[in-house]
């Protein structure tokens, strides 16, 4: 019975995530990542013997163990890159205020020079 939810959990996944993907509303690398889940999810609700196989070959006695650790290790990873690119957004975001801003310093000095009452060329 856990291996047909873990299936339907799977599909349903992967099923909403190509919805979103074609509605726009989530975009590639995030999607792949989405997918992976997915699949894996998908593969392991269909061969619960793979979890048991790998776990006996790393040298981890319950097997169920196995599976949390890479579930951890998963969303770890998923985090950090969540963190890198919320980091070079907010970089970027940085960049395009200053710029802004040295525009319109720019804009300003050069409305305030055809100005009457400004500097005449």
Request: net charge positive; proline share 4%.
């Amino acid at each position: 019975m856990t291996t047909l939810t873990i299936f339907i959990i799977g599909a349903l996944l992967s099923i909403s995530i190509l919805y979103l993907v074609r509605k726009g509303k989530l975009h590639g690398p995030y999607a792949t990542w989405w997918l992976m889940v997915a699949v894996i999810a998908i593969v392991l609700s269909s061969f619960p013997k793979i979890i048991d196989w790998v776990a006996l070959h790393v040298g981890i006695t319950y097997p169920p163990t196995l599976l949390l650790v890479l579930a951890i290790s998963f969303i770890l990873i998923r985090m950090l890159t969540m963190d890198l690119a919320l980091s070079r957004k907010e970089q970027k975001i940085r960049r395009l205020t200053q710029r802004l801003a040295m525009l319109e310093a720019g804009l300003e000095a050069s409305e305030k020079d055809k100005s009457p009452g400004g500097k005449a060329d």
